[in-house]
């Protein structure tokens, strides 16, 4: 028999299939297994299994071993592999790569085993065996035999090692492997209160349940109880014996939401995401492919967990760019779920407050099915939102941060005791420094943008690439020390609230106070906790948290997201109000909400305010019609980088020229510098594509592979989150 294999190296020459004897070997496809490759041996994965080669013979070497003791890629997975390579241009092992635990590969993790140790059961009488004077070896007989099975550690703890050594010897002791699990937050606990679910709830659980084979997109506003409904799903689909996966954005996968999940479903749930331990990612990871844990909870990469028999996929804040990997590999969370409905003619479930103008689209075309969750729960009412107008605070002679209504709404909060969040998407103190008397800004020298003032450190940062700098006395280019700070961060914020508030802790939450592994966590508790009153903080604050006593949500600079240069700036901005709006109020108390504007009549602000989706998608898609841009377009972006200018200009002016004499109907086509022109010292350029939705992205591919070269990286993207 002969193996068709794919070895672990990720390189364009050797994303092929190689065949190999499987000797007498008991393989099936899915098993990993060690091969010999050139003069090393190395890892690769079992495709198919065929009785013929067309290799010639001698050129045939045989598979070492196999790596474990089951197939480690399910039927499912392989063909998703397929899938996943003609759909966004992957090598094959790149795509395998995702679908298990980094670590297991090269063998860098293992199963915890641990020794125990049980008295010979085919003995008659043990004990006559040891002398009587033997007093420590009688000592350890006694203590396993009392017990009936002893960790050997606890053992040799407890009594003479070289005791229990010489009874183990003597075949007196036994010791067997036991597999212990390693389980992530195995401490945290949570109450599961199941509630009773409303009427309006009952309909989106019965209309889900009643159907295979749909997506669903769930438009429920801020605090209508969704996740409610997601559980109650999950349980009926449990209940048919079938299994289910649970995606939310990376930021949101609170140890809380983990927590409730477990409440619920018990050891049935297993948790995937970049906070485990290589150990317990590898544990958790085993019991999904072994069907002991039937739900999988996790960030984007839990879509591919190795469940059989997928009955349900719920994507939670569907509108969130995380679901779309922008590394290599790129895939779309959305689209994976897909092929896995259609594998499985399961349902899926695309849940939001604010959906992607897109799924709307999609929805509205019957493309999927539209349930609405249109109150929050006890009816509670959507936070009022006020409009301040910015300009007239300037006119007015405030040149602060915080308007006046704003400053007065957040002594009143904080003064009748209870809590404040404010919103500012910028971290670090003031954007950019620049010198006033000659205009020069400083820059990065590796990437050409320019550098974020952070005064805790007193240094300047690339948010690029991460390089820090020292922050400037005066002007290296004219001496001049008439240093201007531009636009305030997260930093600048809290520091202002700071003075107003000597007796309160602020919190900040934002990319740089969040490095630690549970930095974000411990805010969140200390901000619930009520230790401090006032959270400041990026879009990471906007997600998903319940805090009953914030009353007052603040939106220093609202404008911040809709002047990039995207499509989707408008639609961006909508979502964080209606996100960051619907952290207040949620509870008995009710929410008030100030949004600072320097753009008080532009649309996105009148149905923000009245919590107007409908509207808003109405007029945002007429706008994306008329222009030709998503859901009635592709964008691709082809993103070429290298060290040499000339060598990324002559490729993509390549790739454009071909690309302009294809047969490919083109809304619109261009080429250009990227506007981050250099990062990391890897000149940068671009070329836009706008194309029908309906038009293939094979012959974009094809042309791509034609201008490969080893001297630039070339990315494809369609519809990408960022065009910088
Ligand atoms: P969403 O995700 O839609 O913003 P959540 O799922 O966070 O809303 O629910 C908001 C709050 O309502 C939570 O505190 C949740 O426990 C509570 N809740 C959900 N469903 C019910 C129900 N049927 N009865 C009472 N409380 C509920
Ligand atoms: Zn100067
Ligand atoms: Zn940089």
């Not at 969704?226 to 079938?242: N, P, R, S, W």
């Not at 996100?579 to 207040?584: L, N």
Request: overall charge neutral; charged content about 25%.
């Amino acid at each position: 028999m002969y193996a068709k294999v794919i070895v672990d190296i990720s390189n364009n020459e050797v994303d092929k299939i190689f065949d190999y004897y499987t000797g007498d070997l008991s393989i099936e496809p899915g098993c990993r297994v060690v091969v010999p490759f050139g003069s090393r041996q190395i890892e690769g994965y079992v495709m198919d299994i065929m009785d013929v080669s067309d290799c010639p013979p001698e050129k045939i070497k045989q598979i070492e071993r196999r790596s474990d003791d089951y197939p480690v890629i399910t039927k499912e997975m392989l063909s998703l592999m397929r899938f996943m390579c003609d759909q966004y241009h992957l090598r094959a092992i790149d795509a395998l790569r995702l679908f298990i635990p980094s670590q297991m590969r090269e063998g860098k993790v293992k199963e915890l085993n641990k020794k125990y140790v049980t008295v010979n059961p085919d003995i008659d009488d043990p004990r006559s065996l040891i002398k009587p004077s033997a007093s420590m070896q009688l000592n350890a007989y006694d203590y396993v035999r009392n017990r009936g099975e002893v960790s050997l550690s606890e053992l040799n703890a407890n009594c003479s090692a070289a005791s229990v050594r010489n009874l183990i010897m003597r075949d007196i002791f036994r010791v067997k492997d036991i597999e212990i699990k390693r389980t992530p937050y195995k401490d945290l606990v949570v109450n599961d209160n199941g509630v009773k679910l409303t009427d309006d709830q009952q309909a989106v659980v019965d209309r889900v349940m009643s159907i295979d084979g749909k997506t669903f997109l769930l438009h429920g506003v801020t605090g209508s109880g969704k996740t409610e409904v997601y559980m109650h799903c999950i349980a009926k689909t449990l209940e048919k014996g079938k299994t289910a996966i649970m995606l939310v954005p990376e930021i949101s996968l609170t140890p809380q939401v983990l927590a409730s999940f477990r409440a619920r479903f018990g050891s049935r749930v297993a948790l995937l995401h970049s906070g485990l331990s290589a150990g317990e990612r590898f544990d958790e990871w085993r019991r999904l492919l072994s069907g002991e844990a039937l739900v999988a909870v996790g960030a984007r990469s839990a879509i591919f967990a190795p469940l059989k028999n997928v009955g349900i996929i719920i994507i939670d804040e569907e509108h969130d760019g995380s679901y779309t990997s922008e590394s290599n590999p790129r895939y779309v969370t959305s689209e994976v779920a897909e092929f896995r409905k259609s594998y499985n003619n399961c349902n899926i479930i695309l849940g939001s407050a604010t959906p992607s103008i897109e799924s709307y689209y999609k929805a509205m075309n019957g493309e999927y099915e539209l349930l609405e969750l249109k109150n929050r729960i006890n009816n509670r009412p959507l936070p009022e939102i006020s409009i301040v107008n910015m300009c007239n605070e300037i006119y007015n002679g405030n040149n602060g941060i915080f308007s006046a209504q704003l400053e007065n709404e957040l002594y009143n909060c904080i003064g009748s005791g209870n809590q404040a969040i404010i919103f500012i998407n910028r971290r670090g103190y003031s954007s950019y420094v620049m010198c006033r008397a000659c205009g020069y800004v400083a820059k990065c020298e590796q990437c050409d943008v320019s550098l974020v003032y952070h005064k805790e450190e007193n240094a300047l940062k690339c948010h690029y690439c991460g390089n820090t700098y020292k922050m400037l006395s005066g002007c290296p280019n004219c001496g001049s020390d008439q240093i201007k700070r531009g636009f305030v961060g997260t930093e600048q914020v809290a520091e202002k609230l700071g003075e107003m508030f000597p007796d309160e802790t602020v919190l900040r939450m934002d990319n740089d106070t969040t490095q630690n592994k549970n930095a974000h966590l411990s805010i969140l508790q200390r901000f619930a906790s009520k230790e401090a009153k006032i959270l400041v903080g990026t879009q990471m604050i906007a997600k998903g948290h319940d805090f009953p006593d914030v009353t007052l949500v603040g939106i220093v600079d609202a404008d911040m997201s809709l002047h990039f240069a995207d499509y989707r700036s408008v639609e961006r901005t909508f979502q964080l109000i209606t996100q960051v709006a619907g952290r207040a109020g949620r509870n008995k108390k009710s929410g008030k909400v100030i949004l600072q504007t320097y753009s008080p009549n532009h649309y996105v602000y009148k149905f923000a305010v009245n919590g107007d989706y409908k509207h808003f998608y109405e007029k945002e898609c007429n706008l994306r019609e008329v222009t030709k841009f998503p859901p009635f377009t592709k964008i691709v972006r082809v993103l070429v980088s290298g060290e040499s200018e000339a060598d990324v200009a002559r490729i993509l002016q390549g790739i454009y020229e071909s690309l302009k004499a294809s047969n490919i109907n083109f809304v619109f086509l261009n080429y250009m510098w990227a506007p981050v022109r250099v990062i990391k010292n890897m000149r940068r350029a671009q070329i836009l594509i706008r194309m029908a939705q309906s038009d293939r992205m094979t012959d974009i591919y094809r042309i791509i592979d034609e201008h490969a070269s080893q001297k630039v990286k070339i990315f494809v993207e369609t519809n990408p989150n960022s065009l910088s």
